[in-house]
């Protein structure tokens, strides 16, 4: 697979929080590491993104009496997972995994800053409708297809490919640059709704 110009690889949530030892670690999380270092450096363009939460966030479990993570409570804008207190503004948490190579990037995008709205997508806050303005920026610099790499797969992952694809990029995901949560089946979910929707999975060969 050839790397063009117009081409991006975004790398989603590849922070402390997410990796072993952190609040709200993915299986394996800091693994993608060596892997997202490696496919980053065939790619003129890279975004990250970054969980980015205020203390006094609604999808905390402990912002909500007699509530335990994983539970789910419906908000106005529909289902949402309470999860640990992670990601805090400022904190180590927060911080991008020290292996993680951040100079190449172009933009660190910071999503879930707002307290009453989660943010699981590089596009849309939870409410799909307000927007982190990533997507003026890719169209601004004439980037049409974007390779989704990072944690988690079938949450922040998932979403952010599928509204790509909504807002007419190509979303590609490099499913062996990503790890998984798998909460109820997610990761199967995840798989299914990309091939409904035409969402491609490469492999990391593909690249060298």
Not at 55 to 69: I, L
Not at 110 to 136: V, W
């Amino acid at each position: 697979m050839k790397v063009s110009k117009s081409d991006v690889l975004i790398v989603v949530d590849v922070q402390n929080d997410f990796c072993s030892g952190g609040a709200l670690a993915v299986p394996d999380g800091e693994k993608v590491v060596p892997a997202i270092n490696r496919i980053a450096e065939k790619f003129d363009n890279v975004v990250l993104t970054q969980d980015w939460h205020p203390g006094n966030h609604v999808s905390f479990a402990a912002n909500h009496q007699n509530k335990r993570p994983f539970e789910m409570i419906d908000l106005a804008y529909g289902p949402q997972v309470l999860w640990p207190l992670h990601c805090v503004q400022g904190s180590l948490g927060a911080d991008f995994h020290h292996g993680l190579d951040t100079d190449r990037a172009g933009l660190v995008l910071r999503k879930g800053m707002h307290h009453d709205i989660d943010s699981y997508s590089a596009f849309y806050e939870n409410d799909h409708t307000t927007p982190t303005g990533l997507a003026s920026y890719l169209r601004e610099r004439a980037l049409n297809t974007l390779f989704f790499v990072g944690l988690a797969f079938d949450f922040c992952v998932r979403y952010s490919a599928e509204d790509a694809h909504r807002a007419g990029f190509e979303a590609v995901v490099i499913e062996e640059a990503c790890r998984g949560i798998d909460l109820d089946g997610s990761v199967a979910a995840t798989h299914a709704s990309f091939k409904s929707l035409g969402i491609p999975i490469v492999g990391i060969e593909a690249f060298f």
